[in-house]
């Protein structure tokens, strides 16, 4: 059984910094893409970083140069980095895997992040 298990929300002040982490269980983690989403109330859920099975890291716009996205295969765990965070962050930050056998996608239950201006 998959598991994915986000942690580390919070609330911050804008320009502050949150850790978030994924902890994955039941899934061939090395040979997963994995990555970092978020939906904000009222919008869609949208690509914040990714990570593929080679180690290559692609992140969206809005995040370039302030998020970093890291793992740890051992520890079958992923991390986000933010730093600079911004009101527009704020959201549920969900943690995704894609099996690398069948291609289907896990998300985890998310963690909150809150920043106050």
């Known amino acids: 059984q998959v598991q994915l298990v986000e942690s580390g929300g919070g609330l911050v002040q804008a320009g502050g910094s949150l850790r978030l982490t994924c902890a994955a269980s039941g899934i061939g983690f090395s040979l997963a893409q994995k990555g970092w989403y978020r939906q904000a109330p009222g919008k869609r859920r949208e690509r914040v970083a990714t990570?593929?099975?080679?180690?290559?890291?692609s992140y969206s716009d809005f995040v370039k140069g302030r998020f970093t996205i890291s793992i740890d295969l051992a520890k079958k765990m992923m991390y986000l980095q933010m730093n600079g965070l911004e009101p527009e962050d704020a959201a549920l930050y969900y943690c995704?895997?894609?099996?690398?056998?069948?291609?289907?996608?896990?998300w985890g239950r998310g963690t909150r992040v809150a920043v106050s201006s």
């Open positions: 990570i593929t099975r080679d180690g290559s890291r």
């Open positions: 995704n895997v894609v099996d690398p056998l069948n291609h289907t996608p896990y």
